[in-house]
Structure formats: C-alpha cells, structure tokens
C-alpha cells in the first residue's frame, strides 16, 4: 500500500491452542449494545500465560440493517470496524477488571483489509477470529485506564488484515469532568432538517435511510445529516455524535468523491486511519471535507484524507483508502 500514510502495526500470531464458539453472542453488556442483533462477538479467551494476548471470536451476518453487502457482494468494511469496537471493550471488561459502567472514549483507529477477496458474500455467514493484543498504558487507576487493542484479522481461518484502536475508558465522574472540559453544551439533540441527502448509490449505502450526506457548497464539503432516532448509527443513548458515524460519514464521502473523479470504477474501502480530537455536540451542524490525495498507478489504489469539524473546532480526521472492486475482486 504504497500511497497510503496509514500506520504500519506489528503483528502476530498467538500459537496458543485454544477452541472457539460460534453458536451464541457475547452478553450485549459487554460490547455496549443495546439490542442483541447488534453484538457480532461469539466468544473469546485469554491466552494462558499471555495476560495481554486473546483470541475473539465474531460471525458477520450476510445482511444486516446497516452494514450490508455492496452491488458486488463485498462485506461492508464498517462491519470489522464495529467488530474491532466491540472486541476492545469486551476484552477490556472480561480479561482487564474495567466495570462495566465505564464509558469508553476512543482516541484513534486504523484497519487494513489486505486480502478484500475474503469479504465476499457466500452461502453462509463468515466466521471471524481477532488474534488480538491489549497493551494497558502506564498510570492506571480505579477511574481511569489507558490501551490500545492491536490485532490480526483471519476470516474463515485465513488472514483478512489487520485493526488497532487506542481507548480511555474511566468512571462516570471524570467522564463527566471530560465532556464539561471539552466545553460541552448539553442543548437539545438536532431534530432531523429536511435537505436533499444524497443518492445512497453515491455514497456505497444499499439503503437511502443510511445516507448521512448531503452535498455542500463547495466540491468536497458535506453536510453531515444527524438523526438521533436512527436505530443503527444511534444504537443507545449517546450524548456526543457517535465515532462510529463519524466513521461511516468519512466513508461516504470518500465513495462520492471518487465516484465523480473515476467515472466508470467503483470502489471498495480497503484502509482507513482515524484520529479523534473533540466530543461532537449533538445541538451544532457536523461539515465534512474531503479531498483525493494521489493515484497509485501500479494497484489502481486511491487516497482519500476527510475530516470533520464544528465550527472552527475539528472534531475528527481521516486517511482512506480505495481500491477499485474489479481489483479487490482478484486479490
């Protein structure tokens, strides 16, 4: 991945034997989510005599409300980002003692899918086991607890690529102390405001109502659509714009630009790196910029940096990348 800046991650491999379930979910407590249809983990275990080393089982469902399958049956690539999620604060909760009334505050993201052909939708759900690594910072205490979460990624028993996250999960009272920090404003939630979003063709969604987008008044820029009754992209109650969307937006904006730029080609998200730099407000418009950075002659690859901002306050910032599908296809 020549053009990309993204961050390159030490991986490995846990040896360890170990055995792994995949017939029910985790308890949704332990993910953070309020509906069980939801949790994608089905098990995990430490590995013994590896404190920090475990193993997460998931199963990716080949239809979903929200992450769903694109024109050629590639697996969305937000579903190892959700499961990435989920498998950092349920390591967290089960193997490191953080109470599950913490909340959890994420600091960066990256992923890469390096072999997109495996994401292909096929007869059955596709079974997933994260060969993770969960590195608590220094400083630790009863409130607070720094780490990232490194893993190698395998789908069906081979490996797909590679994710790391880096969260701070603490009590409620600093929690509290965080947002006020941060100046957070409390207001009412953005009520929905009738705008021309833009076609869910456009942005790699299967489904308008998942559209988050609608075009600005510069090429690149975005208005980001907030509706806190969506039921995907507002999982739970949440009282800052979700990371999760923030995510998803980047995506999107990053299919519509290439979608102009590249005409005939289509194009899948195979990397992303996301950093977070303030809460987003629910009272204040979210805008979205983006920007294609150079084409990768030899793999067809395309970048793509987005950031978000309320304001003058930057909210979050991403480098992407894209490969066309007819390339993923034969990778």
């Not at 993204?6 to 509906?35: E, I, M």
């Given at each position: 991945?020549?053009?990309?800046?993204?961050?390159?991650?030490?991986?490995?491999?846990?040896?360890?034997?170990?055995?792994?379930?995949?017939?029910?979910?985790?308890?949704?407590?332990?993910?953070?989510?309020?509906?069980?249809?939801?949790?994608?983990?089905?098990?995990?275990?430490?590995?013994?005599?590896?404190?920090?080393?475990?193993?997460?089982?998931?199963?990716?469902?080949?239809?979903?409300?929200?992450?769903?399958?694109?024109?050629?049956?590639?697996?969305?690539?937000?579903?190892?980002?959700?499961?990435?999620?989920?498998?950092?604060?349920?390591?967290?909760?089960?193997?490191?003692?953080?109470?599950?009334?913490?909340?959890?505050?994420?600091?960066?993201?990256?992923?890469?899918?390096?072999?997109?052909?495996?994401?292909?939708?096929?007869?059955?759900?596709?079974?997933v086991v994260f060969d993770g690594r969960f590195s608590p910072e220094d400083g630790r205490t009863d409130t607070r607890l720094a780490a990232r979460f490194d893993a190698a990624v395998e789908v069906d028993g081979r490996r797909c690529g590679q994710g790391s996250v880096r969260l701070l999960a603490?009590?409620?009272?600093?929690?509290?102390?965080?947002?006020?920090?941060?100046?957070?404003?409390?207001?009412?939630?953005?009520?929905?405001?009738?705008?021309?979003?833009?076609?869910?063709?456009?942005?790699?969604?299967?489904?308008?109502?998942?559209?988050?987008?609608?075009?600005?008044?510069?090429?690149?820029?975005?208005?980001?659509?907030?509706?806190?009754?969506?039921?995907?992209?507002?999982?739970?109650?949440?009282?800052?714009?979700?990371?999760?969307?923030?995510?998803?937006?980047?995506?999107?904006?990053?299919?519509?630009?290439?979608?102009?730029?590249?005409?005939?080609?289509?194009?899948?998200?195979?990397?992303?790196?996301?950093?977070?730099?303030?809460?987003?407000?629910?009272?204040?418009?979210?805008?979205?910029?983006?920007?294609?950075?150079?084409?990768?002659?030899?793999?067809?690859?395309?970048?793509?940096?987005?950031?978000?901002?309320?304001?003058?306050?930057?909210?979050?910032?991403?480098?992407?990348?894209?490969?066309?599908?007819?390339?993923?296809?034969?990778?």
């Amino acid at each position: 991945m020549s053009i990309s800046t993204l961050p390159v991650r030490t991986t490995f491999t846990n040896t360890a034997p170990c055995s792994l379930g995949f017939d029910q979910t985790v308890p949704r407590q332990l993910v953070h989510r309020a509906g069980v249809t939801e949790v994608f983990l089905t098990d995990g275990v430490q590995i013994q005599g590896e404190s920090r080393s475990v193993r997460i089982a998931a199963q990716w469902p080949r239809h979903h409300a929200l992450y769903q399958p694109d024109a050629q049956r590639f697996s969305d690539p937000m579903l190892l980002v959700e499961t990435l999620r989920q498998a950092a604060i349920y390591t967290a909760h089960r193997f490191h003692g953080v109470p599950q009334h913490h909340r959890f505050i994420f600091c960066d993201l990256d992923f890469r899918i390096e072999e997109p052909a495996l994401l292909r939708i096929g007869g059955a759900p596709l079974r997933v086991v994260f060969d993770g690594r969960f590195s608590p910072e220094d400083g630790r205490t009863d409130t607070r607890l720094a780490a990232r979460f490194d893993a190698a990624v395998e789908v069906d028993g081979r490996r797909c690529g590679q994710g790391s996250v880096r969260l701070l999960a603490v009590g409620e009272r600093l929690y509290t102390a965080l947002r006020r920090r941060r100046n957070a404003s409390f207001g009412a939630p953005v009520q929905p405001v009738p705008r021309t979003l833009l076609p869910a063709s456009e942005v790699g969604q299967a489904r308008p109502e998942n559209v988050l987008l609608s075009r600005g008044t510069t090429p690149g820029t975005y208005a980001m659509h907030l509706d806190t009754s969506h039921p995907g992209y507002f999982e739970h109650a949440c009282d800052h714009v979700p990371g999760m969307a923030l995510i998803e937006a980047f995506r999107q904006a990053g299919h519509q630009l290439l979608r102009h730029s590249a005409r005939s080609d289509t194009h899948v998200m195979t990397a992303c790196a996301v950093s977070f730099d303030a809460f987003g407000e629910l009272d204040a418009p979210v805008t979205i910029h983006a920007d294609e950075g150079p084409k990768e002659a030899r793999s067809g690859e395309r970048l793509v940096r987005v950031s978000a901002a309320q304001g003058e306050r930057t909210l979050a910032r991403a480098t992407s990348v894209y490969l066309p599908h007819r390339t993923a296809a034969s990778r």
